[in-house]
């Protein structure tokens, strides 16, 4: 099974995501609390997806992919952006970034799985 990294700072964000998740299956599952953590442990350990949100505190979302499409291990990972942005300014810079999908909040458990499931069998 898919081991995912999921990166935002709202304790109950991560928390509706890890369970939406599991429910889907996805049960490795570890969570960080910014684009920091994030990078921390994606530097440690090899994820199959990373999911994060854009606007965090110490480093947000699009740095973070930045600096992930920089590890060797990450240049081809799927990485999905899950936030409240909508706009096509910020979908575009995502994109430059090297986001492979961008899911705007709230998010429905079903069209999240759907996302994940698409991007992990490519």
Do not use: C, H
């Not at 530097?43 to 930045?66: E, R, S």
């Not at 458990?109 to 490519?122: H, T, Y």
């Amino acid at each position: 099974m898919a081991k995912l990294l999921i990166v935002d700072d709202s304790t109950m964000l991560r928390d509706m995501l890890n369970y939406a998740l599991n429910e889907g299956g996805y049960t490795d599952v570890v969570e960080a609390i910014d684009g920091v953590d994030g990078l921390a442990k994606a530097k440690t350990a090899d994820f199959d997806l990373v999911i994060t949100d854009v606007n965090m505190p110490n480093m947000d979302g699009l740095t973070l992919i930045t600096e992930l499409r920089k590890l060797p291990a990450y240049i081809k990972k799927p990485i999905l952006v899950l936030t409240t942005e909508r706009s096509d300014e910020m979908k575009a810079k995502g994109k430059a970034a090297g986001a492979t999908g961008w899911i705007v909040k709230p998010f429905v458990p079903d069209q999240l799985l759907k996302a994940v499931n698409i991007v992990l069998s490519r």
